[in-house]
């Protein structure tokens, strides 16, 4: 079986694995994201209807991405939120692998790099 090399990967494609993204896109650093599902997964998937975004929409952003809506002091209900961060991931171009679950990380045996194990695949990297 042969493994793949990558520089950076970063696991989730929720708010934080995207902004990773864009900032590892900005330092022009070789990365790919794996999500295990679609991008928001939890939002999707694990959350309420009912939920919307604990804090008001002015403070609903990623980098040099503010959420656009006509009302600042209201709250986001779930399905925005979720179609906010998929407009994020292809305006960053995110680099991403769904429907991918790291089932474990463990450092590679005499070396500093990290061998990442999904349920299909072992990918070898510097950073995760």
């Given amino acids: 079986m042969s493994i793949e090399r990558i520089d950076t990967l970063v696991v989730g494609g929720g708010q934080a694995g995207l902004a990773m993204s864009s900032y590892l896109t900005q330092l022009g650093r070789e990365h790919v994201v794996l999500e295990r599902g679609r991008i ?4 999707r998937s694990e959350r309420w ?16 991405y503010p959420y656009q809506e006509d009302d600042p002091d209201g709250f986001a209900p779930r399905a925005d939120v979720v179609r906010f961060l998929e407009g994020y991931a ?5 680099p991403l692998r769904g429907g991918v679950l790291v089932v474990s990380i463990r450092q ?8 990442v194990q999904t349920e299909t695949a072992t990918i070898e990297a510097v950073n995760v």
């Fill in 90 to 94: 292809s305006f960053i171009h995110a």
């Fill in 40 to 43: 928001g997964e939890a939002w």
């Fill in 108 to 115: 590679r045996a005499g070396t500093e790099r990290l061998l």
């Fill in 49 to 64: 209807d009912s939920l919307v975004f604990q804090f008001p929409n002015w403070t609903l952003q990623l980098p040099g």
